[in-house]
C-alpha cells in the first residue's frame, strides 16, 4: 500500500457526511474529490479537484466547525446519450473536514478556475505563532 | 474512530473495496492497454446515433497545452499538471497530496465506425470534452419490411 492510500484514508475517518434528514433519505452517490491541504504560517491553502462544475453549482460551507464542499458537476452532452463506460459514476462531489476553532471562519477566500477550487482559510490573529523575545534579565 | 464515521454512501465504500482488490489482483492479464483504475484524467465514454462523447475530467488545465490526437483508431490525450506546492518553501507543512501530478497520458480505442476527421475538442470547467462523429453508413436506419 502506498503512501497515498494512507493519507486518504485518514482524511476519510475526519470527513463527516451531512446528518439533515432530507439528505439522508435522498442519498445519492457522490464521489470524494481529490485535495491537496498545505498550512504555512498565516493559514491553511485547500485545493480540490472539481472537474465540470462552475461557479453556481459550487457550495462551500461551514457548519458546526466542519468545512463542507459540496459541488455538483454539469458536462454539456447531447440529448439521446448512452453511457458506456463511466469512472466518475457520479455527477456530485462532497467533502468535509473539521476545523479547529484556531482558524478565521469569516475570512475563508474562494476562487474556482477551470475546475479546481482553491480555499484560503486564515488562522486567527491570535493564534499565529509569534516569536518572544527573551530579554537578559 | 469508526464510530465517527457516519457512513458514506454505499458506493463509494465499492470504490474504494475495488481499488484495494485491484491493487492484490493487478498482475493478472487484461486488455494490453487498459490502465490502472484511478489514472489522471478519468474518462466518461457515452455514444449517441452519431457521435461518440469523450469527457476526460482534467481540471486546472491550460487547454493550450493539452494535447489531443488520433492516430490508428487510438484517441490519445496527453499533457502535463504541474504541481501546486512551491518546493523550497520550508515553512509549508504538507497534509495532503491526493491531486495528480506530472505527466500523462490516456488512450482510448475508438470503435471501428469512428470518423476521424470529424473531431470537436473542447475544454469547459476542467473537463475536456471530446466528439468524434461516426461514419455515415454505420448510422443505425431502419429497414421496411416488404
Not at chain 2, 493478472?28 to 466518461?44: D, T
Not at chain 2, 488512450?107 to 476527421?117: F, K, R, S, T
Amino acid at each position: 500500500m502506498s503512501d497515498t492510500t494512507e493519507v486518504i484514508e485518514r482524511e476519510q475517518q475526519t470527513s463527516v457526511t451531512p446528518r439533515t434528514q432530507e439528505k439522508s433519505r435522498d442519498r445519492r452517490a457522490t464521489s470524494v474529490p481529490a485535495v491537496d491541504v498545505f498550512e504555512d504560517q498565516t493559514g491553511i491553502t485547500v485545493v480540490a479537484d472539481l472537474p465540470g462544475v462552475s461557479k453556481d453549482r459550487l457550495d462551500v460551507k461551514v457548519q458546526d466547525g466542519n468545512l463542507v464542499i459540496e459541488a455538483e458537476a454539469s458536462v454539456p452532452t447531447p440529448d439521446g446519450l448512452r453511457l458506456q463506460h463511466a469512472e466518475i459514476p457520479a455527477p456530485s462531489y462532497f467533502r468535509a473536514f473539521t476545523l479547529s476553532p484556531d482558524f478565521d471562519t469569516a475570512k475563508i477566500e474562494a476562487n474556482l478556475q477551470g475546475g479546481v477550487l482553491k480555499l484560503r482559510i486564515p488562522r486567527s490573529e491570535k493564534a499565529r505563532p509569534r516569536r518572544i523575545e527573551v530579554k537578559l534579565g | 474512530m469508526s464510530d465517527l464515521y457516519f457512513g458514506s454512501d454505499l458506493f463509494s465504500e465499492f470504490d474504494r473495496f475495488q481499488r484495494r482488490i485491484d491493487e492484490l489482483f493487478g498482475g493478472f492479464p487484461s486488455s494490453i492497454r487498459a490502465v490502472r483504475r484511478g489514472a489522471f484524467p478519468q474518462v466518461n465514454i457515452g455514444v449517441t446515433d452519431d457521435t461518440i462523447e469523450i469527457v476526460a475530467f482534467a481540471p486546472g488545465l491550460n487547454p493550450a497545452e493539452l494535447d489531443v490526437s488520433i492516430d490508428m483508431g487510438l484517441l490519445t490525450i496527453s499533457g502535463e499538471r504541474k504541481p501546486l506546492t512551491p518546493d523550497g518553501d520550508s515553512d509549508q507543512k504538507v497534509y495532503a497530496q491526493e491531486r495528480f501530478a506530472g505527466t500523462f497520458r490516456r488512450v482510448i480505442e475508438l470503435p471501428q465506425d469512428a470518423n476521424p476527421d470529424k473531431v470537436q475538442a473542447r475544454y469547459v470547467d476542467g473537463c475536456l470534452c471530446v466528439t468524434v462523429n461516426k461514419h455515415e453508413s454505420s448510422k443505425p436506419r431502419s429497414i421496411t419490411v416488404q
